[in-house]
């Protein structure tokens, strides 16, 4: 990809992203006022992260981290026609795998439920509930890893815009079953099981017309001997560890969770989905931007652009990811309030999750370094070296855990406080591992510019703090919804405004976002 695409690009990802997170957030504000925290809707949400868990496993993370690199070798060196085969090949197989799988878990939903949320067991309503659910929902696996391949298949041919509004759909579809179907069923909650599969279905339907553009539309064949799918499979079997540890540790904190107190899962989702908001705006529109770049610059071997690509997408996580974690932890309380506290959710409730989100919310500039230094080893078809990162950061969020529980019991603050610290504590040391492996090998380093950049993001946040603590008391807890949403969006934005001024101030200039 030419450099000059690449922040154009992005911004595309980033803007359908940012559509897709409001509605996200719509979705999460209807749901949480209809079902509110706790009981069934704690069932739903074990339900669908399972079948979520593996998406970004199989689709988003380490199928996509391990097909784009092959993919863009094949389009260099190879005709259309060798292109066509291989996706031929890699959709039959992809199709087979993810068509057994979906089969076994539906069959042994109950047992699936009790490894996943084992504190479920002894509430006989909820656990059956969340098995039908699981039922319900676990077909979306199978749609939607066909929609990343789909996608992942335009990204390297500088498509970006499909495949970023895809999201959009499942999150219209949510709203539309739990304002406009849930009432219809016995029990409203498996509205959404129905809007999830629904959904996943429709996001591969509109990818389609764009592959049969670029006459990549094809159909699947089976053959495992295929010399690319043999190359993805053997990418792609370690990678799938690697580069979804952050959805392990969460999904450890769920199942966490699930022992605890009613309404911990539901708790600890709504601060997840707060602090995935800049991650998935920016870390995400990045990370997915540039691995189709590195991957050409490796297969081209050239490591001076290869460089200079990572050096540019750093520069532009920091300089988003610094104030947004700082913000997030400032404002936690505040945007808990203005966006979920109504209906069923209470205020209780909204405290509860404004704990969780403070805790996650020093992660999210680990969280987004991550987006930017795997797929740097993954360009490079180095799948063993995130693999053993990832391995330490499980175990660290493991230790974290027990070691953060027990001290949030000590001092009687609530437990699920400790699960979110701890995952934060993990994304450091995923990033910082990373970081460490590249820099070792000549990869990549904050070189001597990065000295001055670190201390002007360093000021400019600090400025954005002050402004954001004298702010913050003229906000209405007791005022109406909409009136809360205006006053959160007027904070955070005279808080932005003074972050961009600070940096300018500071010498900072839009120029020093080029590539290169």
């Known amino acids: 990809m030419a450099k000059s695409h690449l922040f154009r690009s992005t911004m595309v990802v980033s803007s359908m992203t940012m559509l897709s997170r409001i509605l996200g957030l719509v979705r999460d504000m209807v749901l949480m006022g209809v079902f509110g925290a706790g009981g069934l809707m704690d069932a739903f949400l074990v339900a669908f992260k399972i079948p979520n868990f593996l998406r970004r ?81 676990f077909p979306y696996l199978l749609f939607i890893s066909m929609t990343a391949f789909a ?20 999150n219209l579809c949510m709203i539309a079953g739990a304002l406009i179907f849930a009432p219809m069923f016995a029990t409203p909650i498996m509205a959404l099981g129905y809007a999830v599969a629904i959904s996943g279905l429709l996001q591969l339907l509109i990818q389609l017309p764009q592959l049969w553009q670029q006459q990549l539309l094809v159909a699947p064949k089976i053959n495992f001997q295929h010399e690319g799918v043999k190359r993805i499979l053997k990418l792609m079997l370690p990678a799938i560890f ?3 540890v952050t959805q392990i540790n969460l999904l450890l ?67 988003v990811g610094l104030p947004a974690s700082v913000a997030m932890w400032v404002l936690s309380d505040v945007f808990m309030q203005a966006l979920f506290l109504r209906g069923e959710f209470t205020l209780h409730d909204a405290k509860m999750s404004a704990i969780a989100l403070k ?31 990832g391995i330490a950061s499980v175990f660290a969020n493991m230790l974290f855990s027990v070691l953060f529980i027990a001290i949030y019991h000590h001092l009687k603050l609530p ?92 010498g900072f200039r839009p120029r020093h976002l080029k590539h290169g």
């Not at 996608?151 to 895809?166: D, E, M, N």
């Not at 020093?362 to 693999?387: E, N, S």
């Not at 603590?469 to 003074?498: C, D, E, K, N």
């Open 151 to 170: 996608g992942s298949i335009l990204q390297s041919y500088g498509r970006f815009a499909a495949p970023a509004f895809a999201p959009v759909l499942l």
């Open 57 to 137: 496993l199989f689709a988003e993370g380490a199928f996509s981290q391990a097909f784009v690199p092959v993919l863009s070798e094949y389009k260099e060196k190879y005709n259309l026609i060798e292109v066509q085969l291989l996706i031929s090949r890699v959709s039959g197989a992809l199709m087979l795998i993810l068509s057994l799988l979906t089969a076994v878990v539906i069959l042994l939903a109950p047992w699936v439920i009790t490894l996943f949320a084992p504190g479920f067991v002894a509430e006989p309503d909820k656990f059956t509930a969340a098995s039908q659910l699981l039922r319900l929902t």
């Open 359 to 389: 805790s996650l919310s020093g992660g999210i500039l680990g969280f987004m370094l991550i987006k930017i230094f795997a797929p740097a080893f993954f360009a490079r078809q180095d799948t063993k070296t995130p693999v053993k990162i």
């Open 415 to 506: 437990l699920h406080g400790g699960l979110a610290l701890a995952t934060t504590g993990a994304s450091f040391v995923n990033a910082g591992l990373l970081y460490y492996f590249l820099h070792r090998r000549g990869v990549f380093c904050f070189e001597r510019h990065w000295y001055k950049l670190f201390a002007q993001f360093a000021v400019a946040t600090l400025a954005m703090v002050g402004s954001l603590y004298l702010l913050m008391p003229y906000f209405p807890t007791h005022a109406m919804q909409w009136q809360r949403l205006l006053a959160v969006l007027i904070i955070s934005a005279l808080g932005a405004m003074v972050y961009g001024v600070v940096l300018l101030i500071t």
């Open 242 to 244: 690697g580069v979804s």
């Open 253 to 319: 904190n769920t199942v966490f969770a699930s022992l605890m107190v009613g309404g911990s899962v539901s708790w600890l989702y709504a601060a997840e989905r707060m602090s995935e908001l800049p991650l998935g705006l920016i870390g995400v529109a990045i990370g997915t931007v540039i691995l189709p770049s590195l991957s050409a610059s490796e297969a081209k071997k050239d490591d001076v652009n290869f460089k200079k690509t990572l050096d540019w997408a750093a520069r532009l996580i920091v300089l």
